[in-house]
């Protein structure tokens, strides 16, 4: 009997660390630094002294991100708030914790040398956006509000990755770009692009981007759950810690110079929360941007939408 019990042991160890160490698929949309405490936790060995394997799949824009959700392609994501209507509309996920706050990582880039000097000037334009309910269509609306432009005075063009809106800005098949703070600062550097405005103060109350996990990954691993959102808050944890090394792997993984890693640790470390926790107001703006987008007719009940209770106690 021994030897049955010490095999059994064995069998259940080995079943154990499968478990544990079997490959989380990570979906990002973009590479941009708000979603850079993954690639932080990837190479300062958080994920792997959580016995976690990652694989991390990036897609050309949120809507492929919880396509691939639904299609039992990725296990988590690090999408935009407003991409909660998709949970509304039937896909097979859940918001399990809040990664940054205010939309400091969002910024309007118009041609350096072009006709565009002001926001005021592209009234009646084409802006490029990645894709429908993404968080640039969300800027693109939150934009026309505060220009007090109506619907038919701005056109929004989704064009997937921010490479291609970058080509279209260039050819110009467009007139400015909404992207992320990363490929607006390489394009000053390019002396290709100019910056006409930044959306960390457009909303004081926002998720710009969240974790989201498949609900059957949940159901049925749900300490791996617990264990990826730990290594990921205590990765961010870190970042605020060390700025040079936090510089150097965003420097690595988003292809651009360190003095635009370190201006981007500068302007966007702030918004990171540490404890993943939702906050009220933060989802009530949520709400109210996916009915702007016309992703939703009404604002929905948010408690069904997000939950804590994968994240760490303490």
């Known amino acids: 009997m021994p030897h049955i019990r010490l095999f059994l042991a064995i069998l259940i160890g080995l079943t154990t660390s499968a478990l544990a160490d079997r490959p ?3 979906g990002i949309a973009q590479p941009e630094f708000s979603l850079i405490p993954l690639d932080v936790g990837i190479a300062t060995g958080r994920f ?7 694989d991390k799949l990036t897609f050309a824009g949120a809507a492929k991100v919880h396509q691939a959700i639904a299609a039992d392609a990725i296990d988590i994501a690090l999408s935009g708030g407003p991409q909660m209507a998709f949970i509304v509309k039937g896909a097979p996920e859940r918001a399990v914790a809040a990664l940054a706050n ?5 910024a ?3 041609l350096a040398d072009g006709p565009i000097r002001a926001v005021s000037d592209l ?8 894709t429908g309910g993404s968080l640039t269509e969300w800027a693109g609306h939150v934009l026309a509000r505060q220009q007090g432009w109506g619907p038919g005075d701005l056109t929004l063009v989704p064009l997937g990755s921010f490479l291609a809106q970058s080509a279209a800005l260039k050819t110009g098949n467009v007139d400015a770009m909404l992207t992320e703070s990363g490929t607006a600062g390489r394009l000053a550097e390019q002396g290709v692009g100019r910056t006409l405005m ?3 103060g457009a909303v004081e109350d926002f998720h710009i981007h969240v974790i989201f996990a ?4 949940m159901r049925d691993h749900p300490d791996d759950l617990r264990r990826f959102l730990a290594a990921l808050l205590d990765s961010i ?7 040079p090394r936090t510089v150097e792997i965003a420097s690595d993984t988003l292809k651009i110079s360190p003095p635009l890693a370190g201006r981007l640790y500068d302007e966007l470390m702030p918004y990171y929360t540490t404890d993943g926790r939702f906050h009220p107001r933060a989802l009530a703006a949520i709400a109210d941007a996916m009915v702007d987008m016309g992703s939703l007719k009404q604002p929905p009940d948010m408690a069904e939408l997000t939950t804590e209770e994968y994240l760490p106690k303490d």
Request: charged share 30%.
């Open 24 to 26: 989380l698929r990570v």
């Open 48 to 54: 792997a002294a959580a016995h976690l394997v990652i």
């Open 102 to 106: 205010a939309p400091a990582d969002l």
């Open 108 to 110: 309007l880039v118009a």
């Open 123 to 130: 009234k009646g334009r084409r802006i490029s956006i990645s």
């Open 198 to 200: 930044n959306f960390g």
């Open 214 to 217: 498949r609900t059957d990954f």
């Open 237 to 243: 944890r870190f970042m605020r810690a060390d700025k």
